[in-house]
């Protein structure tokens, strides 16, 4: 058996004719296939705006910024994520404020949420962990009751829904139904890849003209926008901007990756249910519920386990799986250290940290190598 990455992307020959036929066009960047890709992906997702910027940690730190997260600005997110989901509000010279996570679904917890207020926090950025969405309905209420802004962090969860009840229209991830903003990344091991690549969703004109300075320098042509012209060779610059435009060449992959999602994401699920149908009755092993009215996208399969160290270190080094850990509680790192952050802040996801494991999870998985998987985890629970 070949290695078996937890996660990787699956191209094929559509993607790489459609990628050299933007090098073979006149733009490399900044031509028509960026706008293409923003509008395919506003649609897909039910969005008024999308935004493509260079990763998902740059449409991170744009929304930060279009949401006005500043200089003594709290912004509360997930324990459970990664670095970037909080880096962000660094970046902005805000500071980041952990929520815990619900044990089982290792979703930001909205009550936990509500504790960590404080009279600086500005705005709430959840992650829709491991493609199953966050508990939206509860944290737009939160956010209206304290006029807070709301980023979804999505970077796991093109392609997923939730409804509030049965019966309701699904509300899709990356609409903004409940939210200011919502951020993709294209990164290679997400559903989708543009290589390296990111978006921001929004419904409100007024982010979306911000997302879009932001993006490029801050600088502005639109004569609607500037404070004057002295010829047509003028432009402004109103904002601290930054380059994290992405490329034509990448949007060009990303349109023709787009149009494989669903199939993507169909196969994400029949993966899942053939470990659920494994791993459920198993009793060393625990799993991540999916709650009534969330339809994941499946973007990691991830077991519980007790003697965590032990199973990871043998699947690691005796088979070819390449398990990885998602997440170590941002504030355990170093820097956060550093920054005054302590262990203990927040318990439960400290305590779904020592026993995660996630499994290979990824549409291009074969049904032999995802029988070889559940064969080794047995082996290497029951050792
Ligand atoms: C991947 C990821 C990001 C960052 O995306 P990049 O495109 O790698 O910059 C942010 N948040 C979460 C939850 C992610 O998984």
Not at 28 to 39: I, N
């Amino acid at each position: 058996m070949k290695q078996i990455p937890y996660a990787t992307q699956w191209i094929e020959e559509d993607d790489i004719i459609a990628v050299a036929d933007a090098l073979r066009s006149s733009n490399l960047t900044q031509g028509p296939l960026v706008e293409e890709f923003e509008k395919s992906i506003a649609q897909y997702c039910g969005a008024k705006y999308a935004v493509a910027v260079s990763s998902g940690t740059a449409a991170l730190h744009v929304a930060c910024l279009a949401a006005g997260v500043s200089v003594g600005d709290e912004v509360v997110t997930s324990a459970n994520t990664f670095a970037a989901s909080a880096n962000c509000v660094l970046y902005c010279g805000g500071k980041p404020v952990f929520a815990d996570i619900e044990p089982d679904t290792a979703l930001i917890d909205p009550a936990d949420i509500r504790k960590k207020l404080t009279k600086k926090t500005k705005a709430i950025i959840p992650v829709h962990f491991a493609g199953q969405p966050a508990y939206m309905e509860e944290i737009s209420k939160i956010a209206k009751g304290n006029d807070l802004k709301i980023i979804e962090d999505a970077a796991h969860a093109i392609g997923a829904k939730y409804r509030l009840k049965k019966g309701q229209d699904w509300i899709k991830v990356g609409s903004c139904y409940h939210s200011d903003m919502t951020i993709l990344s294209f990164h290679p091991v997400k559903h989708i890849t543009t290589g390296e690549g990111g978006a921001v969703l929004t419904n409100d004109q007024n982010l979306y003209e911000k997302l879009v300075f932001f993006r490029s320098h801050g600088i502005t042509r639109s004569t609607k926008h500037m404070k004057e012209t002295e010829g047509l060779w003028y432009y402004e610059m109103h904002e601290l901007g930054f380059n994290y435009r992405l490329t034509d060449i990448q949007c060009a992959l990303g349109t023709s990756q787009l149009k494989k999602l669903d199939k993507f994401v169909a196969r994400r699920k029949e993966i899942a249910k053939m470990y659920d149908e494994a791993f459920s009755s198993m009793e060393r092993i625990d799993l991540i519920k999916e709650k009534k009215g969330f339809d994941s996208s499946r973007h990691l399969y991830v077991v519980l386990v007790d003697n965590r160290k032990n199973v990871f270190n043998w699947l690691k080094t005796e088979t070819n799986i390449m398990v990885n850990v998602h997440y170590i509680p941002v504030y355990f790192h170093p820097y956060y250290r550093n920054l005054g952050y302590e262990r203990g802040l927040c318990p439960i996801a400290e305590e779904y940290y020592s026993r995660a494991i996630s499994i290979p999870m990824h549409p291009k998985l074969s049904d032999e190598e995802i029988e070889y998987v559940i064969e080794k985890i047995k082996q290497a629970i029951l050792d």
